[in-house]
């Protein structure tokens, strides 16, 4: 069976994939995170995936950037836990309608793999969006592979981020750091 693996970064890429390659999948990854922003932050993390698949054995499908609709549709919602839905939402989506119009079997995402994401809500809005495509949503908590994966993608040199993506997260990020650094000089 084949597998379309959603990808948001280089380093969480590596235990799904290997994991999926052990169970008996063909894997293909595939790239679309219209939330990353800036742009050149977006480039960073797909030329990770880039490295990250030609290690990895996968062929990485690089999909459309479409932070400026990302932006529009987002900037709507002013609930943080309604914005991150909305966020894995059009991701998993894009990712199921990928895979039904290549007929790969099945899809899942490495936002299953963080520590910092709901896996509950995702795995919910995955299985609701397979059934709207007539696939497959694998179910996975690759999170036992977190560590594992952060280890190897340094060995590799992999490019780490330290948001998730969106601008409200490097907001969120940058003032927790300035945060720490006050409590520190305090």
Same mark, same amino acid.
């Given at each position: 069976m084949k597998a379309l693996l959603h990808i948001c970064c280089g380093p969480c890429a590596?235990?799904?994939?290997?994991?999926?390659k052990d169970?008996?999948?063909?894997?293909?990854? =595939? =790239?679309?995170n219209p939330n990353i922003h800036p742009f050149s932050e977006y480039q960073k993390r797909?030329?990770?995936?880039?490295?990250?698949?030609?290690?990895?054995?996968? #062929?990485?499908?690089?999909? +459309?950037?479409?932070?400026?609709?990302?932006?529009?549709?987002?900037?709507?919602i002013e609930n943080r836990v309604e914005q991150h839905r909305f966020c894995w939402r059009i991701r998993l989506e894009e990712t199921a309608k990928v895979a039904s119009e290549q007929g790969i079997d099945c899809f899942t995402t490495t936002l299953?793999?963080?520590?910092?994401?709901?896996i509950v809500e995702i795995a919910a809005l995955g299985s609701a969006?397979?059934?709207?495509?007539r696939i497959s949503f694998l179910n996975r908590n690759f999170r036992k592979g977190f560590a594992e994966s952060h280890k190897v993608s340094k060995e590799w040199e992999?490019?780490?981020? #330290?948001?998730?993506?969106?601008?409200?997260?490097?907001?969120?990020?940058?003032?927790? +750091?300035?945060?720490?650094?006050? #409590?520190k000089t305090a």
């Amino acid at each position: 069976m084949k597998a379309l693996l959603h990808i948001c970064c280089g380093p969480c890429a590596v235990y799904p994939a290997r994991q999926l390659k052990d169970e008996g999948y063909e894997v293909e990854g =595939f =790239f679309y995170n219209p939330n990353i922003h800036p742009f050149s932050e977006y480039q960073k993390r797909y030329e990770a995936v880039v490295v990250a698949g030609e290690r990895l054995g996968l #062929n990485i499908i690089h999909h +459309r950037y479409d932070f400026q609709e990302f932006l529009k549709r987002v900037a709507c919602i002013e609930n943080r836990v309604e914005q991150h839905r909305f966020c894995w939402r059009i991701r998993l989506e894009e990712t199921a309608k990928v895979a039904s119009e290549q007929g790969i079997d099945c899809f899942t995402t490495t936002l299953l793999s963080s520590p910092y994401q709901d896996i509950v809500e995702i795995a919910a809005l995955g299985s609701a969006i397979a059934e709207k495509y007539r696939i497959s949503f694998l179910n996975r908590n690759f999170r036992k592979g977190f560590a594992e994966s952060h280890k190897v993608s340094k060995e590799w040199e992999l490019y780490h981020q #330290n948001y998730c993506g969106c601008l409200f997260s490097e907001k969120e990020s940058i003032d927790e +750091r300035n945060a720490k650094a006050k #409590n520190k000089t305090a």
